[in-house]
């Protein structure tokens, strides 16, 4: 059965470093989203993604986020420089009715 | 305000046993409601996904019931087993920006 991927499965880094966080979404996917998940608290929203644009995004997805569709397969999420506070585990989705997961990445900003 | 309650936090139940989680939500426009099952440090997976019209719903040992005047779903699980130890999350969809409950911790003890 396909799956969502994601890498890495964890990253540290500093505090005011850039990270990308890569997802590969279900081939036939069509619509594309990342989630974040801070420890003891609830999944939230983020960003959906279609046709190759933002269509939809949350409070939190400030200009510090931004994501792209590089190649047709890739789905990245940049951060451009990151806070204490963007520690958490991110996840990717993909959908095309049923919304399926990636495993996440866990990012650590020390 | 969008939201999504969850109830209990937390519940303990020996393998074999039988139990009922809750969710309550005030979202609107109301377009579908799931259940995700989440794995300590993994990707949610969906359980459920049911619509304005739909009362119940069947995965294997999963039901989830769904009452739409009320704003009310139950996720019962019967015959439990260790493997169902996770978090139950409620999860309903205005469109796809989808708003999360914290979920109900189960722990299946044998």
């Known amino acids: 059965e396909p799956e969502v991927t994601q890498t890495p499965s964890h990253q540290v880094t500093q505090m005011g470093q850039e990270v990308i966080l890569r997802c590969v979404p279900i081939?036939?996917?069509?619509?594309f989203y990342w989630y974040r998940q801070i420890l003891g608290q609830k999944v939230e929203f983020l960003v959906s993604?279609?046709?190759?644009?933002?269509?939809?995004k949350s409070e939190i997805f400030d200009d510090q986020f931004s994501v792209e569709r590089p190649d047709g397969s890739n789905f990245t999420l940049k951060i451009r420089s990151t806070k204490l506070e963007d520690s958490a585990m991110y996840f990717c989705?993909?959908?095309?009715?049923?919304?399926?997961f990636g495993p996440g990445t866990r990012l650590t900003v020390t | 305000k969008n939201q999504v309650e969850q109830s209990p936090q937390s519940l303990i139940i020996l393998e074999g046993k039988n139990c009922t989680l809750q969710?309550?939500?005030?979202?609107?426009?109301?377009?579908?409601l799931r259940w995700y099952k989440q794995d300590t440090g993994r990707g949610p997976v969906s359980l459920t996904i049911?619509?304005?019209s739909e009362n119940t719903k069947s995965n294997g040992r999963y039901t989830a019931t769904l009452d739409a005047d009320t704003k009310q779903s139950s996720l019962h699980i019967t015959a439990s087993q260790l493997s169902d130890s996770a978090s139950y999350i409620c999860?309903?969809?205005?469109?796809?920006?989808?708003?999360w409950g914290l979920g109900t911790s189960l722990a299946v003890n044998p």
């Open positions: 989705a993909s959908s095309a009715g049923t919304t399926s």
């Open positions: 081939s036939n996917h069509l619509y």
């Open positions: 993604f279609y046709n190759n644009e933002i269509s939809e």
């Open positions: 969710c309550n939500y005030t979202v609107s426009p109301f377009s579908n």
């Open positions: 049911m619509t304005f």
């Open positions: 999860v309903v969809g205005p469109g796809r920006k989808l708003i």
